[in-house]
């Protein structure tokens, strides 16, 4: 069992910025990809940007630019900087885990609301 605690969400005006953090504990196994996604009210989930264990990073072409992902594998913790947010950015916030098996897991989201 892996479990994951998103935190950092919160109310922001536009331009503003935010950092997420999902601390991950339990059975970690490297290699892994952890990964935010994100969903609106309304709408679908969808992914925000990837990292793998190794560092190698991924992002929805959409956002490239202004949302970064990172990780500290010494405190198995992935981060997200999000800048210049917009209105449109607000949505649940998901981490989530994988190993190249069958591991697969969820936090259980953080609210992250952009005012205009």
């Known amino acids: 069992q892996v479990q994951l605690v998103e935190s950092g969400g919160g109310l922001v005006q536009a331009g503003g910025s935010l950092r997420l953090a999902c601390a991950a504990s339990g059975s970690i196994s490297r290699p892994n990809v952890m990964a935010w996604y994100r969903q609106a009210p309304g709408k679908q989930r969808e992914l925000v940007a990837t990292?793998?264990?190794?560092?190698?990073?991924n992002y929805a072409d959409s956002l490239k630019g202004r949302f970064t992902i990172s990780r500290d594998n010494a405190k198995n913790t992935m981060y997200l900087q999000m800048n210049s947010l917009q209105p449109e950015d607000t949505a649940v916030y998901y981490c989530?885990?994988?190993?190249?098996?069958?591991?697969?897991?969820w936090g259980q989201g953080t609210q992250v609301t952009v005012s205009s």
């Open positions: 989530r885990y994988q190993n190249y098996q069958v591991a697969d897991y």
């Open positions: 990292i793998t264990s190794g560092g190698i990073t």
